[in-house]
C-alpha cells in the first residue's frame, strides 16, 4: 500500500536512447560544456486538500421515505459499517481520501500511479468484510481492491488497456447475481458493459456492447436500483442540464428507453449515486454546486427525486477533485497557471475549483526566469503535476532532464496530455517554418519517443494552447488563434498518425487578449477551461462546455492586475 505525493519527484538527467529532439537523437547526457538548465520548479498545492465542511445528509438522520420500506439497498461504498454510503474522493493534491457522516475524514490507501478516477463496486465476495473499490490510474490501468475500511483496502487485481475509455463507472447490479456490475464508455460513444465474476483474478466477464451513440452526455451516474426491480440503473445528463433516466432491463446488455426525469442539473459540477441513504429501498444523488455546497436528493422512484436538501456544513468540498462514483470525465495533468513578471520570477496560481484561483505563490528566485524560453505543459511522468520546459542553448530541459539538442528551430509548444491513447503526457511544437510536431513521451517523461509530423501550416497562429478535453469527448484538444483574432478547435483523436481532426471555427474578436493560457480544469467538472487576459490585466475565465460546436461558456471576469506579467503558461 503506499499514498500519493503532491509533488513531483526531481527527475534524473541522462535520458535513454529513446528521446528524439526535434531531429537529433540523444545519446546520452548533455556534456560537460553544455549549459546548466535551471532548477526544476515545483507547483505547490494550496486548493483544500481535504474538504473543510462535513457531509452530512439530513443531519445524519434517516428520515423521509422509511415507513413502510421493504429494505434498504445495499451500499456500493460503506467503508465504515453502518450500512450507509460514504464519500470516497480525490483531492487536489492527488491524494484520495473517504468521509463518512461518523467519522473525520481518512485518508484511503491505493498503490501505483496517479488516480485518475474511483469506481466504488460494493461488497463483491459476499464475505460482510467491506466493499471492493476500482481505482483508475492515468496510464489506463485499472486496479481492484478489496475488504475496504475507512484506511484499509487489500489489493486484489489489477489490468492494463481502460484508457480506451473516457468514462467508466458503475450502475449497480444489473445480472440479478447480487454483485454491482460495470458500465464503460468509449469517446465514439459506445457503452459496454462488465459483467461481475467474484473472482479476484479475474473480476468480469468479457465486455459486450450495449449501445452506440452516447457522446451526447457529459455525465454517466450509477444510481443503484430505483424502480424496485432490483437491478441496478442509472442517470445521464446533457452538457445543457437535461437529467434522464435509464432503467434495467434484466439483460445486462439492454437498458429500458430513457426517461426525463430533470433539467437545470447543469449548475452542478459533480453528480454522485449514494445507493440509499434515507432507507427507503430507492437510490439517492449527491449534487456539488459550483461554490463547493453539496446538495442531497433523495429518490422517489424511477429516477424521480424530491426537493434538494443541503448535505454539507459548508462549502469547503470544492477541493475534491474527483468524487468516487461520480458522473463527469475526470480532469488530469495540469490544473492551474505558472505567471512570470517582467523582472523574471515565477508564481503559480492553483485553482480553488469553484472557477477562481488561490493567491499566488512565488515558486523560483527573484528574476531567475527573465529572458528563458518556457513553455508549460500537462504532466510528461506519473504524477498530476504539469511540467515547466525549457530551450535553452538549443536543448529542450524539463527540470533536471535534458531532452537533447536540435530545438533552436522550436517557437511554440503545447502540452494538452495524452495525444496517442496510451496515457502518458505529450506535447506538440511548431517550428519556425510552420510544421507543427507531436512528442510522445515514456511513462517517466524522462524520455520522447521519435516524433510525429502533425501537418504544415501552423505559422499562421499566433498563438496555440491546450490542457485537457475542450470537446467533451474525453479526448485532449488544442486552440489556435489566427493574427487576424479567429480561435479555432482542434479536436483530438487519439491518434498519433493523426492527431487532431479538422479546424473548427469558434468565435472571433480575441486579438483583444495579449494573453491566452489553458489552465486545465478549474471548474471542478472535468472539462478544460480557458483563461484571457485583456490589455487592462483584467482575468476572464470561458468554462468549458464539453460541446464541439460551442465549446465555452460565455467569459466571466475572475480577476485583476495580470497587467504586471509577460507571459502566463
Known amino acids: 500500500m503506499f499514498f500519493l505525493h503532491s509533488k513531483r519527484a526531481r527527475r534524473v538527467a541522462g535520458c535513454t536512447a529513446l528521446a528524439l529532439s526535434a531531429g537529433m537523437l540523444l545519446a546520452g547526457p548533455a556534456s560537460a560544456d553544455s549549459p546548466a538548465p535551471r532548477p526544476a520548479v515545483e507547483k505547490p498545492v494550496t486548493a483544500p486538500s481535504v474538504p473543510s465542511g462535513r457531509f452530512l445528509p439530513q443531519d445524519g438522520a434517516r428520515s423521509a421515505g422509511t415507513a413502510g420500506a421493504t429494505a434498504t439497498l445495499p451500499s ?9 454510503t460514504d464519500l470516497v474522493y480525490r483531492t487536489g493534491n492527488g491524494s484520495v481520501w473517504t468521509s463518512s457522516t461518523s467519522s473525520e475524514p481518512s485518508e484511503f490507501p491505493v498503490s501505483g500511479e496517479f488516480v485518475k478516477d474511483i469506481v466504488p463496486i460494493g461488497d463483491q465476495d459476499g464475505n460482510g468484510s467491506g466493499p471492493e473499490v476500482l481505482t483508475l490510474s492515468k496510464f489506463g490501468h485499472l486496479a481492484l481492491y478489496g475488504d475496504a475500511t475507512t484506511s484499509y483496502a487489500s489489493h486484489r487485481w489489477s489490468g492494463a488497456g481502460w484508457q480506451i475509455y473516457n468514462k467508466i ?83 445486462p446488455q439492454t437498458v429500458k428507453a430513457r426517461t426525463q426525469v430533470g433539467y437545470g442539473w447543469q449548475e452542478y459540477n459533480q453528480i454522485v449515486g449514494i445507493d440509499d441513504d434515507n432507507g427507503n429501498g430507492i437510490g439517492d444523488v449527491v449534487a456539488r454546486g459550483s461554490d463547493g455546497t453539496l446538495w442531497i436528493y433523495y429518490g422517489t422512484g424511477g429516477g424521480r427525486f424530491t426537493a434538494r436538501k443541503q448535505a454539507s456544513s459548508g462549502g469547503g468540498w470544492a477541493g475534491v477533485a474527483q468524487f468516487g462514483g461520480a458522473g463527469n470525465v475526470p480532469a ?92 502518458t503526457g505529450d506535447f506538440v511544437a511548431r517550428d519556425r517554418s510552420g510544421v507543427l510536431w507531436l512528442y510522445r513521451s515514456n511513462y517517466d517523461g524522462t524520455a520522447l519517443h521519435a516524433r510525429v509530423k502533425v501537418g504544415s501550416g501552423w505559422g499562421a497562429y499566433d498563438r496555440i494552447v491546450g490542457s485537457g478535453d475542450f470537446s467533451g469527448d474525453g479526448l485532449n484538444d488544442l486552440v489556435a488563434r489566427a493574427k487576424d483574432g479567429t480561435l ?46 485583456n490589455s487592462g490585466g483584467e482575468l476572464f475565465r470561458y468554462s468549458g462546455t464539453g460541446e464541439a460546436g460551442v465549446p465555452f461558456k460565455p467569459r466571466v471576469s475572475i480577476g485583476t492586475g495580470y497587467q504586471i506579467y509577460n507571459g502566463l503558461y
Open 169 to 251: 463507472f458503475s450502475p449497480g447490479d444489473l445480472s440479478g447475481d447480487g454483485r454491482a456490475d460495470v458500465l464503460a464508455r468509449t469517446p465514439a460513444g459506445e457503452l459496454y458493459v462488465y459483467v461481475s465474476t467474484g473472482v479476484y483474478g479475474s473480476p468480469f466477464h468479457a465486455r459486450k456492447l450495449v449501445g452506440k451513440g452516447w457522446t451526447i452526455y457529459d455525465q454517466l451516474i450509477g444510481l443503484g436500483d430505483s424502480d424496485g426491480d432490483g437491478r441496478g440503473d442509472f442517470l445521464a445528463r446533457t452538457p445543457g442540464g437535461v437529467l434522464y433516466f435509464y432503467g434495467s432491463t434484466g439483460n
Open 76 to 84: 456500493r461504498a460503506d467503508f465504515d459499517g453502518d450500512g450507509r
Open 488 to 533: 479555432y478547435l482542434y479536436q483530438g483523436t487519439g491518434q498519433a498518425g493523426y492527431p487532431f481532426k479538422a479546424r473548427v471555427k469558434i468565435g472571433g474578436g480575441w486579438n483583444v487578449y495579449p494573453k491566452i493560457v489553458a489552465p486545465g480544469d478549474i471548474t471542478g467538472d472535468g472539462k478544460a477551461d480557458l483563461l484571457a487576459v
Open 332 to 423: 488530469h495533468g495540469k490544473e492551474g497557471l505558472v505567471a512570470r513578471t517582467k523582472a523574471g520570477t515565477l508564481f503559480w496560481y492553483s485553482p480553488l475549483g469553484n472557477g477562481k484561483l488561490a493567491p499566488r505563490e512565488q515558486i523560483s528566485s527573484d528574476g531567475g526566469w527573465a529572458g528563458a524560453n518556457l513553455f508549460e505543459v500537462n504532466s510528461l511522468g506519473r504524477d498530476r503535476v504539469s511540467d515547466t520546459l525549457e530551450i535553452w542553448d538549443g536543448h529542450l530541459y524539463g527540470g533536471d532532464t535534458d531532452f537533447g539538442g536540435g530545438w533552436s528551430g522550436i517557437n511554440q509548444i503545447a502540452g494538452p496530455g495524452d495525444l496517442n491513447g496510451d496515457g
